[in-house]
């Protein structure tokens, strides 16, 4: 399967005006008594549990949409009133800076683990204002099917990726910044250091991860991965969970050298017309809470607070789960965020994933 993806999660979207008006009448024609004036929460279908929105206090209204894309394209249209949106780290630069809102949620960004500080500052340095509530949390994950034996040889870590029953057996990320981070991990190596996209070895290694590949899709590769046509997948922990609850023919596991984390967050878009709504600060606490923490968790997402907050809740789940919720703090501390990226960061990454991937389609 060959793949000319975009280098990073966070793609580049045009967008035009009359686009962005056009689907923006039609979702609020579609929403249910939505009057000008009322503070509206834009949300992904399945990217924010049904069970937390539909408890929106008045007169907040939701709008969900199909696609983060769709999304977006309605949030470049005029806010008549305050509206908060739900995205997740790799979409949330789609949104014009100029059009974000500080958010008045330091009280409750004290009550999240200090992790959480650098994404509710969209990774701006120290000092900058707080643009990002936080409210979950995930990892990339190794998902098997009907594989104890690589799972006993979980000390291998990611570099099982690159075990022979795997060719043409594995489900590979659809973003090429997130297969490249696992490539530096198997070599020892973060994107941090000095140097390290220029070791000679990665380019060879992410000829070797294609090779290996099936597909690279980890929303619809799942499928794949359940009807028998992949034996292994790597895909978000939050997409993992709900299926090792249920499924027990798959098992999962966090190398201990960590991943790349990923984030859902929930921003301000600049209201247009005139006064402001409170921000719904018991609405998101509820999130934060039992009973609702235990919806959050059975869906897969998990709020990124302090692990004596967190333990009541994970204490009902199967003890081999656990850690793929909370990872252990070591493994926890070798996770890395993905910031937004420079034009010169992003044509050095996308060059280096197509020079290796050039290669890699000749070689069967």
Known sequence: METRALLSRRRLLQLTAAGGALLGAAALGGCRGLGAAEPQLLLVRGQLPAAWWKALPEPWRARPFDTP????????????APTLVALGDGWAPGLPPARLAPLAVEGLLR???PMALAPSRLFAPLGAPTLAFPW????WVLLLRNRSDLLRRRDEGWGLLLDSSLRGRLVL???PRVVIELALRQLGLAAADPG???DPRLPQRLAQLRRQALAFDERDGVQLLLAGDADAAVVPSQRALPLLLRDPRLE????ESGSPLSWQLLLQLAADGDG????PLEWLRDGLTLPLLDRLLAAGWVPPLPPQRLEPALARW????????LPPPAVLARCTNLPPFSAAEQGRWQTLWDGAMGPARGAG
């Open 173 to 175: 990320p659809s973003s």
């Open 196 to 198: 390290a996209l220029g």
């Open 69 to 80: 894309q769709a999304l977006l394209q309605a949030s470049a249209a005029p806010q008549p």
């Open 276 to 279: 402001a709504a409170p921000m």
């Open 318 to 325: 199967p003890r081999r789960l656990r850690p793929l919720l």
């Open 252 to 255: 999962a596991l966090l190398p």
């Open 136 to 139: 979950a949390f995930g990892t």
């Open 111 to 113: 009550e999240l683990d």
